[in-house]
C-alpha cells in the first residue's frame, strides 16, 4: 500500500471516528493529513461527512490547490492547513464545529483566549505538572479566509496546537493523525466540563 493511501486510511478513520461523535453538522467541519513535503489530504467541501465515499478527499499542493484527478474542491478553509504545514512539522489538522466549542469562543471571545486550570485531562497535551495550565488564543471570526488564515497563523509555530475561532469552531494540529485526535478530544472534554462547570455554579 502506498503512502497516499495509507494517509487517506488514517483520515478516513478519525473522520469515521469524529462523526460517530456528532462532530460535523450541516456538512460542517474539515480535516486534513500531511502526504509529504508538497501535498497534503483535505476534506472535500459541501460533503456529509457522516458518509464515506470515494471523494471525501482531495490531494492538494503546499499552497491549498487541487491536484489534477481529484473530484470535487478543496474545503473552504484550506488555507488554515496550509498555515499549519507551512510552519511546522504537523502531520494532521483536524478543524470541528461543536456547541460547547462555540460557547466557549462567545464566552471569551473578547478577552482573546481562554484558559484551563486543573483539570487532569491537561496531560493529553504531555504537560504533568501539578494545576497545570493550558490556554486556547481566540481570533475572530473573518469572513474573508485569507484574512482569517493571516490571523490564524499568528498562532501557529509549534508542531502542536489549538485555536479557538470566535463562532466557528476550533482548529487543532498534532504531528500525526493519533496526536491530533486525542488533543481535539481533550479540549472538548475541558470545553464540555467548563460550560456545566459555569451552569451548576449559577453563572
Known sequence: MNTLQLKWNDLADVKRE???????????????????????LVTASGKDKRKETAEDFLLVDARGSAIDGFAGKPSAETLLHVEVYGKTNAGCSLHVHTVDNNVISELYG??????????????????????????VPIIPNY??????????????????????????GITVWGRDAFEAKKFLEAYEFLFSWHIKLLMLKGR
Not at 469524529?18 to 497534503?40: C, H, M, Q, Y
Open 18 to 40: 469524529l462523526a460517530l461523535r456528532d462532530w460535523f453538522p450541516g456538512t460542517s467541519g474539515n480535516l486534513s493529513i500531511k502526504v509529504d513535503d508538497e501535498s497534503f
Open 143 to 168: 469572513a474573508n479566509i485569507p484574512q482569517l488564515a493571516a490571523e490564524f497563523g499568528k498562532y501557529v509555530s509549534a508542531d502542536a496546537g489549538a485555536v479557538l475561532i470566535r463562532n466557528h
Open 110 to 135: 473578547e478577552e482573546g483566549e481562554v484558559t484551563f486550570t486543573g483539570q487532569e485531562i491537561i496531560k493529553a497535551f504531555g504537560i504533568w505538572e501539578e494545576n497545570a495550565s493550558v490556554t
